[in-house]
């Protein structure tokens, strides 16, 4: 197998209609009006889907029921008038439905803008697998950072969503190249290519050998990130990775935000060291105070001399 870049579904305009879904965690109901009113000023046409603001009956840390949360997701996706799912919030809950979700239904859809990160990253693998559609790795709608526009998330959301072309090179202030590559493996001038895949380190380890989730990536600019993993947690989840092959061929790796988490950069070296990929660190993206939105599924750059990687393509077409 090697990665294909997906269908990119449409830029957004004004006046488009929007489902807001929860597929994890529950979230107060002030910061999802909040998110909400952020997206309506940009002309948007905003839904919440039935089931968003409920609470699972035994579990307080499932938005609702599994079968509810499942409907929600599909009907947003199936229904034509819609030109985007985004995610309330993260937490934990994504995979728990994912087998009532009708895929053959939902390939038959036309492709939209699907948005979250987090727990949202079994979705991102699914939507890619069994979908062929790209997604944005970005903001959720009752996230703080997307509330308050931390380092601009929320801005660089929109212009994603709506201006594609504006937001080609993504980049952070912290960002470095922390290991070259093998220069078998990398262009004379520092650049590798490759069709980017990734999220939630935890989330891509429990999704491999299940029906949503990929054998291997050969050919992907891996982006990881995370919360709350102690150091030997993530040399877990890469050696896991390493051991059922679905590293094999990967292009590059490109680290994002890692909040409470142990020394990351030190066990990627250690564990992807004798795969020979370049490796950059703290591009911006995940949960951090402020997240950059990063396009899963589209053909990129990764250039080790200015730890920047920029799309092929626009996110949207």
């Excluded at 309506?40 to 609470?55: E, F, I, K, Y």
């Excluded at 493996?185 to 380190?201: R, Y």
């Excluded at 990627?268 to 020979?276: N, P």
Aim: proline share 5%; aromatic share 6%.
């Amino acid at each position: 197998m090697y990665l294909q870049p997906l269908t990119r579904p449409r830029r957004l305009t004004a006046g488009d209609r929007v489902v807001v879904v929860a597929p994890s965690g529950p979230m107060p109901k002030d910061r999802l009006d909040a998110g909400c009113e952020i997206l309506r000023d940009w002309g948007l046409d905003v839904v919440v889907a039935s089931h968003v603001t409920d609470q699972h009956e035994k579990f307080d840390y499932l938005a609702g029921a599994d079968e509810h949360r499942a409907a929600d997701l599909q009907e947003a996706w199936c229904d034509p008038s819609v030109a985007a799912v985004l995610c309330a919030r993260g937490g934990y809950g994504a995979q728990r439905m994912m087998d009532l979700l009708d895929w053959s239904a939902m390939a038959a859809a036309e492709p939209k803008v699907f948005a979250g990160f987090s727990d949202i990253t079994a979705l991102h693998e699914a939507f890619a697998n069994c979908l062929g559609v790209a997604t944005l790795h970005g903001p959720m709608v009752a996230s703080t950072a997307f509330i308050d526009d931390v380092a601009g998330t929320a801005e660089h959301f929109r212009q994603t969503l709506f201006e594609p072309e504006s937001v080609m090179t993504l980049t952070s202030p912290t960002a470095q190249t922390i290991a070259r590559g093998d220069p078998s493996m990398v262009s004379e001038d520092g650049t590798v290519s490759g069709v980017t895949i990734g999220g939630c380190i935890s989330m891509l380890a429990a999704e491999l050998a299940t029906p949503t989730g990929r054998p291997n990536i050969s050919g992907g600019i891996l982006l990881l990130e995370d919360v709350d993993e102690d150091t030997y947690r993530l040399d877990r989840y890469i050696t896991h990775m390493l051991r059922t092959g679905w590293l094999d061929g990967v292009a590059a790796v490109v680290l994002g935000s890692w909040h409470n988490c142990g020394a990351l950069d030190e066990v990627v070296l250690d564990r992807f060291g004798d795969l020979g990929v370049p490796v950059v660190s703290e591009l911006g993206f995940g949960h951090g105070e402020g997240t950059l939105t990063v396009p899963l599924g589209i053909p990129a750059t990764l250039d080790t001399k200015t730890s920047t990687l920029t799309l092929d393509t626009p996110a949207l077409a």
